[in-house]
């Protein structure tokens, strides 16, 4: 938790006195082109992209590694199978399996600098904000906020092991299908494929797919469910000000009401 802290807190170094390694953000020019034709989308300039991130096709990554600022260079790389087509004013070009070659060059090289645990740094960023002056303290805080997160985890891992749940309310099943099928049904346009040829070529039968409900997404919904029937049997139940007040705040974050999403 203190590296992720630590690493929201870094800042940017501009490197001028050697060339682009993995880890870096460079800034590029590019165009792409297939059978030496340009395809609308593989073109861009000022593009800030980190390498090692795994952001652009396999491989394009690596070949800007070694490269210094200035240097203009083709990237070879090979679109995988079922990349998506793009379309713009009616050209289509189909990019499945094929090779393309960009142009890059090479405008800046820049490095995260990542600070390092002090209790000067921390009397600097949470002595105002949290009342934490020492490199010690912000440990112990932390230390407490994993401890509570643990036995929060560990009284809801024995309430969903020791709780019988009759069913899944449908509602909440029909709603993941829905949403599975939405995700998947964007993906296959954008292969340009219709959704039974798409989940053919992903070798497994839709309606299997529309099965697998991610588990992570199940268990907090059954969690709540579990809450909710706990605290019920416990006579705990949210007054009508509570209700008002999470919708509110919901409408806030989304634009409408709970009840209606």
């Not at 959704?195 to 969690?223: E, F, G, V």
């Amino acid at each position: 938790q203190i590296d992720t802290l630590l690493n929201q807190y870094a800042t940017t170094q501009n490197i001028t006195d050697r060339a682009a390694q993995s880890g870096d953000t460079v800034n590029i020019d590019y165009s792409g082109a297939v059978d030496g034709v340009a395809f609308t989308g593989g073109t861009a300039t000022g593009y800030d992209l980190t390498l090692g991130s795994h952001t652009f096709i396999d491989g394009f990554e690596d070949q800007i590694i070694g490269h210094n600022i200035g240097d203009t260079f083709d990237v070879t790389v090979t679109f995988p199978e079922l990349w998506r087509l793009h379309r713009r004013e009616g050209n289509t070009i189909p990019l499945s399996g094929k090779e393309a070659v960009f142009s890059v060059t090479l405008n800046a090289i820049t490095q995260s600098v990542v600070p390092t645990l002090t209790d000067e740094w921390v009397e600097t960023n949470f002595a105002a904000s949290d009342d934490l002056h020492t490199a010690d303290a912000l440990r112990q805080y932390f230390d407490s906020a994993l401890y509570a997160n643990n036995l929060d985890n560990a009284v809801m891992d024995y309430l969903l092991t020791n709780s019988t749940f009759k069913e899944v309310p449908t509602q909440i099943t029909s709603y993941y299908i829905r949403m599975f099928l939405n995700y998947h049904s964007q993906l296959a346009t954008q292969y340009g494929m219709e959704l039974n040829a798409y989940a053919q070529a992903k070798a497994t039968p839709m309606p299997t797919r529309c099965w697998r409900i991610p588990t992570i997404t199940l268990s907090i919904w059954l969690s709540r469910i579990c809450l909710s029937g706990h605290c019920g049997a416990a006579g705990h139940h949210p007054t009508q000000e509570q209700i008002d007040s999470a919708n509110s705040s919901y409408a806030d974050t989304y634009g409408a009401q709970r009840s209606m999403l």
